[in-house]
């Protein structure tokens, strides 16, 4: 027995919010103090703020340690000296009750009178104040929240897969001390899908593509869900679990190649929020700002030892060069440049790779054939231009579509892909 005088104080007292404290500890009930005052026939032990930060050195821990919204709670529900009347709290002394957070933006520690319900703040952590612990550990306030994902890409800064491939995601909420926080409400959404010259994009130019734009997320932890998130008015609405995150997939199986923003907000403060861009590659485009879609279409592949250079986007054309076509050939989304074999006044092999010799000959393009597929090059509507001769001043091309070889190209008129070779 620690008290001095027999009394019937109650263990514990609870605020209007739901919030249970233990009745202030007697000096004697506490292994060390940084000093003490007398109420009522008791001795009352007082903490130093930096006390109250470091493990077992006060009545509780941090996590046991009420919130400054807490203890101004109490007091709302008994103003003035009714805590000291109803549950026999010392508060009569006029001392300070510290709370656990700091005040926002200053970052001064806080503390209240439950006599007069004034509130203090101090800088400093050599301040001392008595203490009054809860029964269950608070929640901690989140600080911060983040959208992350293991398939960062630093140079594009942001997520990218592979079209057909699950994005994997994840969602952490954050303390002020950078804990994590479970049991948050959050939610996610999406803004609209665009393409890599910044159009936005919801369907292709064929039905086939109908939702281009659609993602799928699936929620695997804390508890497993799939959304379908067609639109930008589709939100999903989470929770993070016990270690304060929740992990997903994400896909975009139709995808031309596009990148979208996505957007995670506390529920309860959606100042709290963060942004991250998910791109889902095309092998049809390739990777350079020239497309106009997201791709990682293979710059270069190997033929008969050989290192052979993909075609050109029209976009790639030098400034100031004639093309063959205005536009260029459209397929799978991109505008292609065509070139002649031989043409003084036109874009033609010479101009793309430096002089004829650098293209191909007919057998490596009959080669070729059996890759180009799995390359996502272009093929549609004009065969692959080479170095090789045929009668009469032609040359030969081969359609990579179906492995058919023409000779009889014409050097200055007959259109074709240019390739070079290293």
Request: hydrophobic share 35%; glycine share 10%; aromatic share 8%.
């Amino acid at each position: 027995v620690k008290a001095k005088y027999w009394g019937h104080m109650p263990e514990t007292a609870t605020n209007s919010a739901g919030v249970e404290f233990r009745r202030p500890l007697l000096a004697a009930e506490m292994t060390s103090n940084s000093g003490t005052y007398s109420y009522n026939n008791e001795t009352w032990p007082l903490v130093t703020i930096a006390n109250t930060q470091k493990a077992g050195a006060t009545g509780c821990d941090a996590q046991y340690q009420p919130l400054l919204n807490d203890l101004q709670t109490l007091y709302g529900d008994n103003p003035n000296s009714a805590i000291g009347t109803a549950f026999g709290w010392p508060v009569g002394a006029g001392k300070s009750w510290l709370a656990v957070d700091q005040e926002t933006g200053t970052g001064y520690y806080q503390y209240l009178r439950l006599d007069t319900g004034a509130k203090g703040r101090s800088s400093s952590t050599s301040v001392t104040g008595a203490q009054v612990c809860l029964v269950e550990p608070h929640t901690s306030t989140p600080a911060s929240i983040t959208l992350t994902s293991t398939a960062m890409d630093s140079a594009k800064n942001a997520a990218v897969v592979e079209k057909g491939s699950a994005m994997p995601l994840t969602v952490t909420v954050k303390d002020s001390s950078g804990n994590p926080v479970a049991n948050v409400g959050f939610t996610l959404s999406r803004g609209d899908s665009k393409n890599r010259a910044g159009t936005v994009v919801t369907d292709g130019d064929v039905a086939a593509d109908a939702g281009a734009d659609d993602l799928m997320l699936k929620a695997l932890t804390p508890a497993s869900a799939s959304q379908s998130m067609t639109t930008t008015g589709i939100v999903f609405t989470g929770t993070t679990g016990s270690d304060g995150t929740a992990t997903f997939t994400l896909n975009q199986d139709k995808s031309l190649g596009l990148k979208t923003p996505l957007t995670v907000k506390l529920t309860d403060n959606t100042t709290l929020h963060a942004s991250l861009d998910v791109i889902f590659m095309v092998l049809t485009s390739p990777d350079t700002d020239k497309a106009l879609f997201w791709g990682n279409m293979a710059d270069t592949t190997s033929v008969n030892g050989k290192t052979l250079h993909r075609p050109w986007l029209q976009a790639e054309l030098l400034s100031g060069v004639t093309p063959v076509f205005t536009n260029g050939v459209h397929t799978n989304n991109e505008y292609w440049a065509m070139a002649h074999t031989v043409d003084n006044t036109k874009w033609d092999i010479a101009k793309q790779c430096g002089s004829l010799s650098k293209a191909p000959d007919n057998n490596d393009l009959l080669t070729l054939y059996h890759s180009i597929s799995s390359l996502g090059w272009p093929t549609q509507g004009y065969p692959y231009l080479s170095k090789s001769t045929s009668s009469g001043g032609m040359y030969c091309g081969v359609d990579e579509n179906t492995r058919s070889q023409n000779c009889a190209i014409k050097p200055a008129s007959s259109a074709g892909y240019a390739t070079c070779v290293d």
